[in-house]
């Protein structure tokens, strides 16, 4: 629902509360929830149009570098203090199936899924809710103990999709359907339908109106890996990161000076957004889709520029791995569309 849909009511409720997880005011938040609940807003709308739009601002906030990684961190850890405010007070008892909601292994943005499993559980299932990062083989033994229905699999970043089609497939080994939902699937839920999920939903109240139809509509096309995989670029990808990430440390030194005079800290947080960008490589590889690199290419540009870092560091990273993944046909194409968007549109690289 959009703002503007909301009542007047409403969007006031939540002002207050975005103040209130923006000073980290664990009580005031959940008094604002609470006041909500007893004023006879239902539950569900508490969850998807309050607590879920604060976060969106808390994440563009933080990538405008207007709050500090400790502020986000706070903040969302109050949302989840409020969530479970709201499932406190209303406990409607289970009387559909058992559903299965976890987010993909690595994947450490929860409270997403967690607002999934809280809606899954006011529409009446038993949710178990496996939390952030759940390693595949823990979760196929969760499913053999607990035999549920269906598995909700959250993924926020794209980055995970490899380990995300790796669950789906476990996960439908033993018989059980997986519906995929959360940004890393793509906006239209292209990755999850290429990665052969059962179903995908857009946000928690459209995954849960699919569960309540009786069954997942499978995709079309089969779970098998894609095509695309058998030219081994991902793996050898994955293979040669750690010796990337020196290389190219080293290199992007030698042509950006001011490098020179980075502190420990700075240097860190160099070699973390080069690795970040080798795993974003290695994901659009793995799916074969240069659009998933450069808008996270671009999105890049806009926290690293609202943090003061020059966009030829970006661009000149990416240049880097482009000249050193020569025997990566499609990796050099997928840099080479990262670079035209880091540079604005264009690009002069040959491939």
């Known amino acids: 629902m959009s703002v503007a849909a909301l009542s007047p009511g409403l969007r006031a409720a939540g002002e207050r509360y975005f103040d209130r997880i923006g000073h980290a005011d664990e009580f005031g938040a959940v008094d604002v929830v609470l006041e909500l609940l007893e004023a006879g807003v239902p539950a569900e709308r508490v969850l998807l149009d309050l607590i879920a739009p604060a976060q969106r601002r808390v ?30 007070r209303v406990r409607p008892r289970p009387h559909l199936g058992r559903v299965t909601v976890a987010c993909t292994d690595g994947e450490y943005h929860a409270l997403p899924t967690r607002l999934l499993a809280e809606v899954l559980r006011l529409r009446g299932w038993h949710v178990d809710f496996l939390g952030a990062s ?33 669950m789906i497939s476990a996960c439908q080994a033993v018989g059980v359907p997986v519906l995929a939902g959360g940004a890393g699937f793509g906006g239209d839920g292209r990755f ?46 994955t293979r040669r990161r750690a010796q990337l990430l020196q290389t190219a440390m080293g290199a992007l030194g ?27 490589l290695g994901a659009a590889l793995y799916v074969d889709d240069d659009e998933l690199f450069s808008e996270f290419v671009s999105w890049t540009a806009g926290v690293l520029r609202a943090r003061g870092v ?42």
């Open 59 to 88: 994440g563009e906030l933080w990538a405008a570098n207007d709050w500090s990684v400790a502020r986000e961190h706070a903040a969302t850890a109050v949302s989840e203090r409020a969530v479970a405010a709201v499932v406190a």
């Open 134 to 166: 759940v390693p595949g083989p823990h979760l196929i033994t969760h499913l053999h103990q607990t035999g549920p229905d269906a598995v909700a699999l959250g993924c926020a970043l794209a980055l995970r999709l490899p380990r995300a089609h790796a």
């Open 192 to 237: 999850a339908r290429l990665l052969g999920a059962d179903a995908w939903a857009p946000g928690a109240g459209a995954a849960a109106d699919l569960l309540a139809e009786g069954g997942l509509p499978s995709f079309p096309s089969p779970a098998v890996a894609p095509a695309h995989l058998d030219d081994e670029e991902y793996t050898h990808l």
């Open 254 to 280: 030698a042509a950006f000076p001011p490098m020179a005079s980075y502190s420990p800290a700075q240097l860190e947080a160099t070699a973390d957004d080069l690795g970040h960008i080798l795993d974003f």
């Open 310 to 351: 020059p966009q030829r560091a970006l661009s000149g990273g990416l240049r880097l791995f482009h000249g050193e993944l020569r025997d990566f046909p499609r990796a050099r194409r997928i840099l080479q569309c990262g670079i035209a968007a880091a540079d604005g549109g264009h690009s002069e690289l040959e491939n």
